[in-house]
């Protein structure tokens, strides 16, 4: 499970917890195998999300970029980006 908060909300905490949550614009990313990237890009479309980027990186493999609603970058990309 992946949790990100919306740090204006975690932040002020609770009675039963801490405030907690990063500041500024956080990025994470997700691995996904290079034949489901076009069933990705073609759900996130359908579902109103905006993909701010389209990287076909040089050694091969490529990412999409899009925001979540708390404006962090969210990364769907294949691991062959990272040798693997």
Do not use: C
Request: hydrophobic share 40%.
């Amino acid at each position: 499970m992946l949790l990100l908060f919306d740090p204006r909300e975690s932040g002020r905490g609770g009675d039963d917890i801490p405030p907690h949550g990063a500041t500024g614009s956080s990025h994470v990313a997700f691995a996904v195998e290079q034949i489901d990237m076009d069933l990705w890009s073609s759900h996130l479309a359908a579902v109103g999300v905006a993909i701010e980027k389209v990287v076909d990186w040089p050694q091969g493999g490529r990412s999409l970029y899009f925001r979540d609603p708390a404006g962090n970058s969210l990364e769907l990309t294949t691991p062959s980006i990272w040798g693997l």
